[in-house]
């Protein structure tokens, strides 16, 4: 047993090393930053578990812990407490608190959604937010600068005030 343990640990020292001088890596398993095994400058395209806080550049694949950041791109499966992303998304965000500081194109599900940017696709959850929506925001509070879609919740403010700025349980806008 302590030999399948040492070799274990060995492949794993052995294979983290060669990791890191890759600028993408196919997995990533982090306690936190920078106890990980990729840098955090490093993108991953695969799978990515942060037990406690991990960030990547960009990541292609599936995202799954507790804090998840990344400096770049998303584009696939991001689940986690917090989950932040400085670049544009793709895909499906869960958590209790998500931020895109770019564009999302999917679905953002989770007590506070927050999208720099422009979302395409639903956002749903206790708070939502977007520079701009084309599809629908799902929530208690729902607030767009432009949108081209539906809002459904208890308070929906659309600034563009195209047709209506705001309007309780429906807002709606299909003009351009």
């Given at each position: 047993?302590?030999?399948?343990?040492?070799?274990?640990?060995?492949?794993?020292?052995?294979?983290?090393?060669?990791?890191?001088?890759?600028?993408?890596?196919?997995?990533?398993?982090?306690?936190?930053?920078?106890?990980?095994?990729?840098?955090?400058?490093?993108?991953?395209?695969?799978?990515?578990?942060?037990?406690?806080y991990g960030?990547?550049?960009?990541?292609?694949?599936?995202?799954?812990?507790?804090?998840?950041?990344?400096?770049?791109?998303?584009?696939?499966?991001?689940?986690?407490?917090?989950?932040?992303?400085?670049?544009?998304?793709?895909?499906?965000?869960?958590?209790?608190?998500?931020?895109?500081?770019?564009?999302?194109?999917?679905?953002q599900e989770?007590?506070v959604n927050?999208?720099?940017?422009?979302?395409?696709?639903?956002?749903?959850?206790?708070?939502?937010?977007?520079?701009?929506?084309?599809?629908?925001?799902?929530?208690?509070?729902?607030?767009?600068?432009?949108?081209?879609?539906?809002?459904?919740?208890?308070?929906?403010?659309?600034?563009?005030?195209?047709?209506?700025?705001?309007?309780?349980?429906?807002?709606?806008?299909?003009?351009?």
């Amino acid at each position: 047993m302590k030999n399948a343990c040492f070799i274990l640990t060995l492949i794993f020292l052995i294979g983290s090393s060669a990791l890191r001088a890759e600028s993408t890596s196919p997995i990533q398993i982090s306690l936190f930053n920078p106890i990980q095994i990729v840098n955090e400058d490093h993108s991953i395209t695969g799978l990515r578990i942060n037990f406690i806080y991990g960030k990547n550049k960009d990541l292609t694949g599936i995202d799954y812990g507790l804090v998840n950041m990344l400096s770049g791109d998303l584009s696939g499966l991001q689940f986690g407490l917090y989950n932040k992303v400085e670049g544009s998304a793709s895909g499906l965000q869960f958590g209790m608190v998500n931020i895109v500081e770019g564009d999302f194109t999917g679905w953002q599900e989770g007590v506070v959604n927050l999208v720099d940017g422009s979302v395409t696709g639903l956002q749903s959850g206790f708070y939502n937010s977007s520079k701009s929506t084309q599809g629908v925001m799902l929530g208690i509070i729902n607030v767009t600068d432009n949108l081209h879609g539906l809002q459904i919740g208890l308070v929906n403010i659309n600034r563009a005030g195209d047709p209506f700025e705001f309007l309780p349980i429906i807002n709606f806008s299909f003009s351009k």
